[in-house]
């Protein structure tokens, strides 16, 4: 069962996303990503997609979130909230999805686009057969 979140958490996990994707660097692909990840203790972390001449460092939103939470020793994961300029609520890619679920499958997946567009799913429903820790 995923977190159940008011509207008014869900709107501050957006915004939060929001403010981060204005740090994004993304001098390449131009597409500028936020997420914000609610630790299960109530803490936000903000993390922003990082481009890279070298595409494999790369590092997108929603890892960069992750792993900022887990370097401050959380490693308990409530919901995720991603934004990007899109025509619809932009999804986590699916090295996303599978890092999200290296944590516990028990998420929600709260999309957005800066036109304020959400769409909201559990992790199991965008990564219905990924690797599990063995």
């Known amino acids: 069962?995923?977190?159940?979140?008011?509207?008014a958490a869900k709107a501050d996990l957006v915004a939060a996303a929001r403010a981060a994707r204005e740090r994004a660097h993304a001098p390449y692909s131009r597409f500028k990503v936020g997420a914000a990840l609610l630790c299960a203790d109530g803490t936000v972390v903000r993390g922003c997609n990082v481009e890279n001449a070298s595409y494999g460092a790369t590092v997108c939103a929603e890892r960069a979130a992750v792993i900022a939470a887990v370097a401050d020793g959380r490693r308990a994961f409530a919901a995720i909230a991603v934004v990007a300029d899109t025509p619809t609520p932009v999804t986590p890619c699916g090295i996303c999805r599978q890092a999200l679920a290296e944590f516990g499958t028990d998420l929600t997946v709260i999309c957005a686009n800066t036109a304020g567009e959400t769409a909201e799913f559990g992790l199991l429903e965008l990564l219905p057969h990924g690797f599990a820790r063995g």
């Open 1 to 7: 069962m995923t977190a159940a979140l008011d509207a």
